[in-house]
C-alpha cells in the first residue's frame, strides 16, 4: 500500500487548482467585519463573495506555527500537537447517548457529566470535548455555559470547546479565561481548541467565522475541517474534493492571521464519501483513508498539524460493521501520522449517539495502535540469547523466570478481548465484546479521581455560568 498516495506532481496540481478556485471562483464569507478586513488587505470583495490574492494568501499561511502547546487548568497536563503527535480527544456532537443497560436516550447534562468523567479517567484521551454529548435537558440558549462548566469542573486536561457561534466561543472563552488566570495567561498558555467547518463547498458563514475569529482574538489555535462529502458538498472525485479542501482551510488561515497573526491553525481532513442509497455519509472506507493519507502530505506541504477523524462509523447496533469502519478511520489516523485525533472514542450511529460501550471499545484498539507505534527494540537483553541456550532444543518458554518477570510488559493483553476455548467461554457466561465492554467503561468510570478545582476558581465560573444563563433564558 502507497502510504503516500499523492505524488510531488500531483501535490502541486492539487495546490494549482486550489488557488484558481480561490482567484477565479472564489469562496463566499458571510460576515460583515470580515470583509472589511479583506478588502482594507487588498482582497477583491464583491458583496460576499471573495476572490484572493494566492501569493497574499501563501503569506498569511507562513504566519501559522507548524506545532503548539495545548495546556490544561493543570500545567502537566500540556500536550505538543504536531509533528505526528497523535493527542487524542472523545466524540463530539451526539444528541443521544447510549449504553447497554439504559439504552439510548436524548443527551443530558448528567451524561455529559459522566462521559467527561469516563474520558478524564481513561489513559488514551489528553484532550476533552465539551460536546460529548448534548445535554438537551437544557435550555438550548445557555446549555454550553454547563457543558464548558462540566469540562473545567471535572477535569484538569485541555479541550475542545463547544464553539457552534461567535457568542457562545466568547463564552467558552471567558470561562476558560478565568480557569487560566487571566486573558494574557490564556493568550500566552492556550487551552482550548476551536473546531471550525466551512460550510463546504465554498461558504464561510457567519457563525464559523465568528468563531474563527473569537478563537483568533485570544491565540487559540483552530482545526479548519471542511466537512466534505463525495458527491454531495464535494466533487464524486477524490481529487476534486482535495482541492476544495484546500482553498477553504486556506482561506481560514489566512483569515486567522489577519485577526491575530500566529494563531495556530489545523488543517482538518474530514473526507468521506456517500452512500449513495441512503444519502448518508459512507464512514470508514477505502476513500477516508486515502484522503486522510493524502491530508498529511497537503499538511506538511502547508506546514501546518493534521487533523483526523478517529473512530468514525456509520453502524447503527455496535457490531461487526461499525467495528471495521472504526478500525479502519482510527488505522487511517495512525498511518498518517495526524496530530489532533477528534472523535476518536465513542462515536456511534454516525456521529448521532455517543456510546458508553463503544469508548471501552475504542479505548482498547487505540491501546493497540499505540503498542504498535512502540516499535521494537533489539539488543542484548531483548534477544534473551541465555534463556534461549537455557531451554535449549524442544524446550518450553512458559514457566521459565524470563517469560514470568516480563509477559505483563512485553505482551498486549486486553482486558476485553481474550482468547479461551469454547467450554470455558460459555462457561463463564457466553458474553460477547459489547457486554464486555459494560463491564470495562463501569471500571474506568469507577476508577476516576476527581482533580479538583480552587474554591475561588470555581465560584467565579459558576458565577458566570449562571448569571450568563439567566441573561441567555431571559
Not at 235 to 244: D, F, M, R, Y
Not at 296 to 308: D, I, K, M, V
Not at 341 to 369: N, P, Q, T
Not at 419 to 428: G, I, M, N, R, Y
Request: hydrophobic share 40%; glycine share 10%.
Amino acid at each position: 500500500m502507497n502510504l503516500s498516495p499523492l505524488s510531488e506532481d500531483d501535490l502541486d496540481r492539487v495546490h494549482a487548482q486550489a488557488m484558481r478556485i480561490l482567484t477565479e471562483v472564489g469562496i463566499e464569507v458571510h460576515d460583515e467585519d470580515m470583509c472589511r478586513r479583506l478588502t482594507e488587505a487588498g482582497q477583491s470583495v464583491d458583496g460576499t463573495r471573495v476572490r484572493w490574492d494566492p501569493d497574499w494568501v501563501v503569506t498569511q499561511l507562513e504566519l501559522a506555527p507548524d506545532r503548539f502547546t495545548l495546556q490544561g487548568r493543570n500545567p502537566e497536563r500540556r500536550v505538543e500537537i504536531g509533528g505526528g503527535s497523535l493527542v487524542h480527544s472523545p466524540v463530539g456532537g451526539p444528541p443521544f447517548a447510549h449504553d447497554n443497560e439504559r439504552g439510548r436516550r436524548d443527551g443530558s447534562i448528567a451524561d455529559h457529566i459522566e462521559l467527561v468523567r469516563l474520558a478524564h479517567a481513561s489513559d488514551v484521551l489528553p484532550v476533552l470535548q465539551s460536546g460529548t454529548t448534548e445535554a438537551q435537558d437544557l435550555d438550548y440558549n445557555s446549555r454550553h455555559l454547563e457543558m464548558d462548566y462540566s469540562i473545567l469542573r471535572w477535569s484538569d486536561r485541555p479541550f475542545i470547546l463547544y464553539g457552534t457561534s461567535g457568542p457562545k466561543t466568547r463564552d467558552s472563552l471567558t470561562l476558560a479565561t478565568i480557569a487560566a488566570g487571566g486573558r494574557e495567561a490564556l493568550i500566552d498558555r492556550p487551552m482550548v481548541i476551536g473546531i471550525v467547518n466551512p460550510n463546504s463547498p465554498l461558504v464561510w458563514d457567519e457563525l464559523m467565522v465568528q468563531t474563527l475569529a473569537a478563537c483568533a482574538e485570544v491565540g487559540q489555535p483552530v482545526a479548519i475541517t471542511p466537512f466534505l462529502l463525495a458527491g454531495a458538498s464535494a466533487p464524486v472525485t477524490l481529487a476534486a474534493g482535495l482541492s476544495l479542501l484546500v482553498a477553504e482551510t486556506l482561506a481560514g488561515v489566512a483569515m486567522a492571521q489577519l485577526i491575530r497573526p500566529g494563531t495556530p491553525c489545523v488543517l482538518g481532513c474530514f473526507f468521506n464519501g456517500v452512500d449513495m442509497r441512503s444519502g448518508g455519509p459512507s464512514l470508514g472506507l477505502p476513500e477516508s483513508v486515502l484522503t486522510t493519507l493524502a491530508g498529511r502530505q497537503l499538511a506538511s506541504r502547508y506546514g501546518l498539524p493534521l487533523r483526523g477523524g478517529g473512530g468514525l462509523c456509520s453502524g447503527i447496533p455496535l457490531d461487526a460493521q461499525s467495528a471495521t469502519e472504526s478500525t479502519m478511520s482510527l488505522w487511517a489516523t495512525y498511518l498518517a501520522g495526524c496530530d489532533l485525533v477528534v472523535h476518536a472514542a465513542g462515536w456511534l450511529e454516525g456521529g448521532l449517539v455517543a456510546s458508553y460501550e463503544k469508548f471501552a471499545l475504542d479505548f482498547e484498539v487505540i491501546r493497540m495502535f499505540e503498542r504498535l507505534r512502540d516499535g521494537l527494540t533489539v539488543d542484548d537483553d531483548e534477544l534473551a540469547f541465555d534463556t534461549i541456550a537455557e531451554v535449549g532444543p524442544g524446550g518450553l518458554f512458559l514457566a521459565h523466570e524470563h517469560t514470568l518477570a516480563r509477559f505483563r510488559t512485553d505482551v498486549f493483553m486486553s482486558p476485553l478481548f481474550r482468547s479461551q476455548a469454547f467450554p470455558t467461554w460459555e462457561k463463564q457466561g457466553s458474553l460477547r465484546a459489547e457486554q464486555v465492554a459494560t463491564q470495562e467503561w463501569k471500571k474506568v468510570l469507577a476508577s476516576y479521581v476527581d482533580p479538583g478545582i480552587p474554591d475561588d476558581v470555581d465560584a467565579e465560573l459558576r458565577e458566570y455560568v449562571d448569571r450568563r444563563s439567566a441573561e441567555l433564558e431571559g
